[in-house]
Structures are given as C-alpha cells and as structure tokens.
Nanobody
C-alpha cells in the first residue's frame, strides 16, 4: 500500500501562485509514477500533470502547460506541483496519484489516490 497526503491548498487571487505537496509513504517512492488530478464542483475529474519515476519525463494537460510545473524529490518521498498565474477555472480539489506504470495516467487509471486538497482561485 502507498499512502498519499496532500498539502498546500488554499485561497488565492487570480494571477497568484500556490505550491502543492504530496508526501508518500509505504513503498519505494521511486518505483511510482506520480501525478495530479483535479475535480471542480459539478465537473468530472480531469488529469492535470504527471511525472515519471526519476523525473525525466513529465506530462501536462494543455490547460496548465506553461503555468504549472511538477517535480519530485525521491529522497524526501515527495512530489510537488508549482502553480503560477492561477485562474478561477483552476478552482478544484486536487488529488495526488501514484502508480507503477505510465499507461492510463491521463485516464485516471491510478492505483493510489490521496484525500485531496482544495484550491480556490478568486477573480
């Protein structure tokens, strides 16, 4: 089992920044592809970003390219999501995910999910 705990959410004005963190425990962190999904009220869950085991490859949704940056620190068992130039449409609960494989990472086919952290962007 992998346990994921997100932190760093909050309320920010449009144009502002937030950094989310996801601390993992339970298994060897570097064996897992890490990612973030989000779900806004009344909308389906959507893929945001993912990062490969060593951090050498990243995958972004078009809606966040150029604004969001994912990174990981395998020594600290933590993945980060730096979010800049936030927009009201970024308002959602953000979920950290973990899975051993790449296939399905945009479709939500991930084995492990955190509880989520709320991000609210005011206009």
């Amino acid at each position: 089992q992998v346990q994921l705990v997100e932190s760093g959410g909050g309320l920010v004005q449009a144009g502002g920044s937030l950094r989310l963190s996801c601390a993992a425990s339970g298994r060897t962190f570097s064996n897992y592809v890490m990612g973030w999904f989000r779900q806004a009220p009344g909308k389906e869950r959507e893929f945001v970003v993912a990062i490969s085991w060593s951090g050498g490859s990243t995958y972004y949704a078009d809606s966040v390219k150029g604004r969001f940056t994912i990174s990981r620190d395998n020594a600290k068992n933590t993945v980060y999501l730096q979010m800049n130039n936030l927009k009201p449409e970024d308002t959602a609960v953000y979920y950290c995910t973990a899975d051993r494989s790449i296939p399905g990472l945009r479709d939500g086919l991930r084995n492990y999910w955190g509880q989520g952290t709320q991000v609210t962007v005011s206009s």
